[in-house]
């Protein structure tokens, strides 16, 4: 019922900056949260930030804290993850997803929905 799409990956180099959005279509008024994560190959999925439909509560990997900001615009149903200060580390599929209830920020499992994923290269 919920499909995410995530755009805005591409090639920049270290120390450029890259926002990924992602559009959310169906029953998004149910949700309760939207996150980003990462994947690079032969990695598990890692956790970068995640912010409420609801409310201004705003959650980050320590890893990009500082560096990545998570937004929203409820009335395009779009999350957003601005990067700044890009690390050739940061080369990974980025993954919105979206989840029904709180809990554990941190837990790829825990998502109900997710998208497509969106290349983020960054090179040295």
């Known amino acids: 019922q919920v499909q995410l799409v995530e755009s805005g990956g591409g090639l920049v180099q270290a120390g450029g900056s890259l926002r990924l959005s992602c559009a959310a279509s169906?029953?998004?008024?149910?949700?309760?949260?939207m996150g980003w994560f990462r994947q690079a190959p032969g990695n598990e999925r890692e956790f970068m930030a995640a912010?409420?439909?609801?409310?201004?509560?705003?959650y980050y990997a320590d890893s990009v804290k500082g560096r990545f900001t998570i937004s929203r615009d409820n009335a395009k149903n779009t999350v957003y993850l601005q990067m700044t200060s890009l690390k050739p580390e940061d080369t990974a599929v980025y993954y919105c997803?979206?989840?029904?209830?709180?809990?554990?920020?941190?837990?790829?499992?825990?998502?109900?929905?997710w998208g497509q994923g969106t290349q983020v290269t960054v090179s040295s």
């Open positions: 997803a979206g989840r029904m209830v709180g809990g554990n920020w941190y837990s790829a499992v825990e998502y109900n929905y």
């Open positions: 169906g029953r998004t008024f149910s949700g309760y949260a």
């Open positions: 912010i409420r439909w609801r409310g201004t509560s705003t």
